[in-house]
Structure formats: structure tokens, C-alpha cells
């Protein structure tokens, strides 16, 4: 099963920052926070990855609480090009990610 | 940029048909993955490989074998199609942390 909890879909006005969370209380030490993006009909995009310390790419932030046992993954700037099924993954073995049923972002104009 | 490549967009089979599903990938990768993805129950991992000859079974392997004969290339294999497994199926890679995904093959068993 998923380690992790997202809620089934947000929505977000286009030029906002999104804000999708993640839940993953029993995370342990070792474990990396992932994210992927899968944009209906194309496989999973990996977007970014952190284990403690705050993230940041050219596509998005990520944000995990000092406990770890939470994420929030950031969208500076929405596009309507930015809808797609969001997933949070703890890495469950190495390289083993299981995936969630995400969450659907919607952005609209 | 690593890609993985995926022999079929589409493809259409008939129940009890022996169904190969081809993926390659460009970038020498250790470990490689098939998914499925259907509706409601999100990415199953059905087979991985983490080196060349080896395999190990996900969390949705029965109806399905694996070959890695090369490195670069990963074969998910229905020895007999059947109904249920018409889905959308997800070839993966990977080298330490980060995986990059096929387009996926949707496949359909009449």
C-alpha cells in the first residue's frame, strides 16, 4: 500500500502558486519524499525529491515539515499546461516507488 | 535526456493470445519497471528488474512474466490474454534516485 495521503483533487486559479499537500506520518529515516506528475494520457513526469531539507527546480518547491511526516509540493506560478494527476511517493525500497491515487489539480483561466 | 521507449501506443489482442509489450531504454540504466494504470486503482507495480537476467515480482504479477536478456531492454509478456488485463501499461527506468516513464502502451484483449 501508499505511505502517503493526498486529497483527491484542488483546484487553482491560473498565475497562482498551487499548493498540493502530502501526508506521510510513518516516513523513516531513510526515506525520500518524491513527486510525479502524469498529464492525462502520458506516463508520470518526475518533478522533484527531498529527504530533509527543503527543495527547489525550475518546476516546482517542495517543502517538508521538520518531523518529516509532511509535504507540500509548489507550484510558483499555475498554467493551465500545470493539469495533471499529482502523486506523492515515500521510496518504499530503493528505487521500488509505489504510487498512490494522487491528486487531480485542475487550473483554470 | 534518458528516454524509454515503448514499441506500442495501442494494441489490440485476442483472449488466450501470447502478448509481447517491448520496452528500451537509452541512458544504461540498472533498474527497470513495468506498470499498469487503470481507472480508480492508480500505477501497480506488476515486475522489476534491477540488473540483466534478474526479475522480481511487484505487487500484481500473476498473468504476467518478464525477460531482460539485455540491459537496455525489458519485455512484460501475457502468456495468455485475458479481459482483465486490458489496461494502460507503464515501463520505467531508473539509475539511483528518479524514474523516467515510457509513454505507455494502452493495450486491449477482446
Known amino acids: 500500500d501508499a505511505k502517503t495521503t493526498q486529497p483527491p483533487s484542488m483546484d487553482c486559479a491560473e498565475g497562482r502558486a498551487a499548493n498540493l499537500p502530502c501526508n506521510h506520518s510513518t516516513i523513516s529515516g531513510n526515506e525520500y519524499v518524491y513527486w510525479y506528475r502524469q498529464i492525462h494520457s502520458q506516463g508520470p513526469q518526475y518533478i522533484i525529491h527531498?529527504?530533509?531539507n527543503n527543495e527547489t527546480n525550475e518546476m516546482a518547491s517542495l517543502i517538508i515539515t521538520e518531523d518529516r511526516k509532511s509535504s507540500t509540493l509548489i507550484l510558483p506560478h499555475a498554467t493551465l499546461r500545470d493539469t495533471a494527476v499529482y502523486y506523492c511517493i515515500v521510496e518504499y525500497n530503493t528505487d521500488k516507488l509505489i504510487f498512490g491515487t494522487g491528486t487531480r489539480l485542475q487550473v483554470f483561466p | 535526456d534518458v528516454k524509454v521507449t515503448q514499441s506500442s501506443r495501442y494494441l489490440v489482442k485476442r483472449t488466450g493470445e501470447k502478448v509481447f509489450l517491448e520496452c528500451v531504454q537509452d541512458?544504461?540504466?540498472?533498474?527497470m519497471f513495468w506498470y499498469r494504470q487503470d481507472p480508480g486503482l492508480g500505477l501497480r507495480l506488476i515486475y522489476f528488474?534491477?540488473?540483466?537476467?534478474?526479475?522480481e515480482k511487484g505487487d500484481i504479477p500473476e498473468g504476467y512474466s518478464v525477460s531482460r536478456e539485455k540491459k537496455e531492454r525489458f519485455s512484460l509478456i501475457l502468456e495468455s490474454a485475458s479481459t482483465n488485463q486490458t489496461s494502460m501499461y507503464l515501463c520505467?527506468?531508473?539509475?539511483?534516485?528518479?524514474?523516467?516513464f515510457g509513454s505507455g502502451t494502452r493495450l486491449t484483449v477482446v
Open positions: 528488474s534491477y540488473d540483466v537476467k534478474m526479475k
Open positions: 541512458m544504461d540504466h540498472e533498474n
Open positions: 520505467a527506468s531508473s539509475l539511483a534516485r528518479g524514474y523516467t
Open positions: 527531498g529527504l530533509k
